[in-house]
């Protein structure tokens, strides 16, 4: 059964980089082609999409993080990670990774493209504060 | 953008009763590129319906959901007391993927 672990500070100073991991286990991160993305939930709010990582490394980010967002993926390691810069006491969240129902969208040229969808399979989350 | 709005912020029911949980879109959600998530108090959300009517594997049939042009329904038939919880719509035809702000079904 596919889990997904998210880790990391817990707490992190204003101006600073939130950095988070997600460990992926009972499956492999590379396998059937997969998209992976990280969700966040400030206290007591909804949720907000903040982007989405293939296998392969390409990413996808929401255009509000875009500047102070980077999304990896270490394949070795079966994780996939989160930088987010420059960050405030509005960054304070619960962080979530997730993984995408993904599905193959077309072949060209030798290579393929798929679609990333709906989040199937989620982390438990991981609170983080920002404060000095 | 699109922006999901879901209606009412709260909904007070019974056990036994049918809830209606409403997601309205600013604008077209084609190929029904909508999902649905459960949320408990500390856990994370859990999908539940996908394709705006697809349940996920696992979820109950009790849990069902509909669309009418922008307008997405969840409907859950007769309540259970594991069904008070946070409802979040989702849509992913188009980044960034937005959700609504959620409705709180919680007991009467």
């Known amino acids: 059964q596919l889990q997904l672990q998210e880790s990391g500070p817990g707490l992190v100073k204003p101006s600073e980089t939130l950095s988070l991991t997600c460990t992926v286990s009972?499956?492999?991160?590379?396998?059937?082609?997969?998209?992976w993305g990280w969700i966040r939930q400030p206290p007591g709010k909804g949720l907000e999409w903040i982007g989405t990582i293939f296998y392969s490394g390409t990413t996808y980010y929401n255009p509000s993080h875009k500047s102070r967002v980077t999304i990896s993926v270490d394949t070795s390691k079966n994780q996939f990670s989160l930088e987010l810069r420059s960050v405030t006491a509005a960054d304070t969240a619960v962080y979530y990774c997730?993984?995408?129902?993904?599905?193959?969208?077309?072949?060209?040229?030798?290579?393929?493209?798929?679609?990333?969808?709906?989040?199937?399979?989620w982390g438990k989350g991981t609170t983080v504060t920002v404060s000095s | 953008e699109i922006v999901l709005t879901q209606s009412p912020g709260t909904l007070s029911l019974s056990p036994g009763e049918r809830a209606t949980l409403s997601c309205r879109a600013s604008q077209s959600v084609s190929s029904s590129y909508l999902a649905w998530y459960q949320q408990k108090p500390g856990q994370a959300p859990r999908l539940l319906i996908y394709g705006a009517s697809s349940r996920a594997t696992g979820i109950p049939d009790r849990f069902s959901g509909s669309e009418s042009g922008t307008d997405f329904t969840l409907t859950i038939s007769r309540l259970e007391p594991e069904d008070f919880a946070v409802y979040y719509c989702?849509?992913?035809?188009?980044?960034?993927?937005?959700f609504g702000q959620g409705t709180k079904l919680e007991i009467k």
């Open positions: 989702q849509q992913y035809v188009s980044s960034p993927f937005t």
């Open positions: 997730a993984r995408h129902h993904t599905q193959l969208g077309y072949c060209s040229g030798g290579s393929c493209h798929y679609y990333y969808y709906y989040m199937d399979v």
């Open positions: 009972g499956g492999s991160i590379s396998s059937n082609s997969y998209y």
